[in-house]
């Protein structure tokens, strides 16, 4: 059954999208998978039915979110929640990663990335909340209620994990999500206090789904003058039950910029001390 699943999806994606699929190859490199994203979009091509040809011929999923992120952010989290359906193991690392090159669309990619994964991996859903809120903390309110609003049963879960990560607005993401889900603010609290073992794992998920994000996400950024990317900040992790301290946040390194001298002359070296 499995197989003729397979079989079927691959179907699909080359009668929906036969250029695409003749033209993406597997272990493409992000430079090389933006532009043809882009010249698909020129030919017509939707952003999901490029990423399901990409997908058929083993384009990392990952690196193919942040990719259409960063070539159409207003289509990313459609393509995403795509992406994810077909990769649901992936679903925290694929919505962070398009959260972490378009924050803008962080919210959104949340939810639709849950909603997309709710039948076949629930369980997803807190460690999904927890990486997009490591990507953009500062919507860590309005993820955890889209969130939770897509997966109502997952509710506790969600607002502990993400409150874990943005401890500095838990009494607010606590508040919005009792309102998404029609819950009494006491629910959600009690839902949250009995669900810490779940959400302990969900950010530890969340954090490894981040990482493995950011490294397709500052590939997928547009390269400097000196031709290396900028560097997105690294979020906090906030303490675990039993442990000493929160890891603090790393900040952004600033993109590399070409020295005056040129990469040939030593006019720009830091001098060494004698």
Do not use: D, H, R
Not at 61 to 82: D, G, W, Y
Not at 195 to 215: C, D, E, F, H, R
Not at 221 to 238: D, H, S
């Amino acid at each position: 059954m499995k197989t003729k699943l397979s079989a079927m999806f691959l179907a699909t994606a080359l009668s929906a999208s036969p250029l695409a699929y003749a033209a993406f190859t597997a272990g493409m490199t992000e430079t090389a998978i933006q532009a043809e994203i882009t010249a698909q979009l020129a030919q017509g091509q939707t952003p999901s039915q490029i990423a399901q040809a990409a997908l058929a011929v083993g384009v990392a999923p990952v690196a193919l979110a942040a990719s259409i992120a960063a070539v159409s952010p207003q289509s990313a989290p459609a393509a995403a929640a795509a992406i994810a359906a077909a990769a649901p193991q992936s679903a925290a690392a694929i919505a962070s990663a398009v959260a972490q090159v378009a924050p803008q669309m962080a919210v959104q990619v949340a939810a639709q990335v849950t909603q997309a994964v709710s039948q076949s991996a629930p369980q997803a859903a807190a460690s999904i909340a927890a990486a997009v809120t490591q990507a953009v903390p500062a919507s860590a309110t309005q993820i955890a209620a889209a969130v939770s609003q897509a997966a109502p049963t997952q509710a506790g879960v969600i607002t502990a994990a993400v409150n874990q990560v943005a401890p500095q607005s838990a009494n607010a993401t606590t508040q919005a999500v009792a309102a998404a889900t029609n819950q009494t603010v006491g629910a959600v609290q009690s839902a949250a206090a009995t669900s810490t073992a779940q959400a302990n794992q969900a950010v530890q998920q969340a954090t490894q789904g981040t990482q493995q994000a950011s490294v397709a996400a500052i590939a997928s950024l547009p390269a400097t003058a000196a031709g290396t990317p900028a560097t997105p900040a690294t979020p906090a992790t906030p303490a675990l039950p039993g442990t000493q301290a929160a890891i603090p946040a790393t900040p952004a390194s600033p993109a590399a910029t070409p020295s005056a001298g040129g990469s040939g002359g030593g006019g720009g070296g830091v001098a060494s001390p004698s």
